[in-house]
């Protein structure tokens, strides 16, 4: 079984090793791969948590989701406590287990997804990935259904905006539809950045040192995610480095 950790714990924090012993006891032979995102940026982990979920790999795998950055409540929290734990089977037999905190699991039920609540504990300790949420996923990934609970609606993923940011520095984005005809010049405005990119079919069909706006190599039911490609510079630091939920405004 493939257990993927989707987590704010940062590259090689000792939080991904604690975690992983803790899959390695619960669900003895898994192989566990962890999948870091920048501290508490749920859209980033929403789109990683859609692009596993509905990407091809063996049905028994389970996406496991922990971005937790305590905003719901602005009260002090007793105990630790932290946003809900909430499950989702797909059709294909993957399971998606992750905290409902802002657009975590928003890409997921944006495509029709149904979520519902895992009946544990949302408190008892600071590291709750660790200490209480992996025995609730090993019973899941195990078919015990008995923790499931009732319906949960989350925030709506963000639209026309950046979703994230690649290790090449390509902005991939939700966008899913050309802005304009392909090899058409339109003015790209992220925050305050501002840039001409090429509107493409292809990220690479563009010359060198234009930044192309294409259908990336991300995606699910049926639709592309346009990215956000400098051909042979980085369209992240062009644009100054935008965070995951930023709007994209395109102008010809």
Do not use: H
């Not at 990119?197 to 294409?214: E, P």
């Amino acid at each position: 079984m493939l257990v993927t950790v989707v987590a704010d714990y940062g590259i090689g924090d000792l939080a991904f090793a604690e975690v992983r012993q803790r899959f390695a006891l619960m669900l003895p032979g898994a192989d566990v791969a962890a999948i870091p995102v920048p501290p508490f940026d749920t859209v980033s982990a929403g789109f990683c948590v859609a692009q596993l979920a509905f990407g091809e790999g063996p049905d028994d795998r389970v996406v496991y989701a922990n971005v937790a950055p305590r905003q719901d409540e602005d009260d002090p929290r007793e105990d630790n406590a932290g946003e809900r734990l909430v499950a989702a089977r797909l059709d294909s037999g993957v399971l998606v287990v992750g905290v409902a905190a802002g657009a975590s699991l928003s890409f997921l039920a944006a495509a029709g997804v149904p979520l519902r609540a895992v009946n544990v504990p949302d408190a008892g300790s600071q590291f709750r990935s660790r200490d209480v949420f992996p025995a609730a996923v090993a019973r899941l990934a195990r078919g015990d259904g008995s923790l499931l609970g009732e319906p949960v609606s989350v925030a709506p993923a963000p639209e026309r905006a950046v979703v994230y940011t690649d290790g090449y520095g390509n902005l991939k984005t939700s966008w899913y539809d050309a802005p304009a005809e392909a090899g058409t010049t339109v003015r790209v405005r992220i925050g305050d950045a501002e840039a001409e990119a090429m509107v493409s079919d292809g990220v690479f069909t563009v010359a060198s040192g234009t930044i192309s706006f294409a259908p990336g190599s991300s995606g699910w039911a049926g639709r592309a995610c346009y990215e956000l490609f400098a051909r042979g510079g980085n369209a992240a630091e062009i644009f100054g480095n935008p965070p995951a939920g930023t709007p994209i405004e395109i102008a010809r």
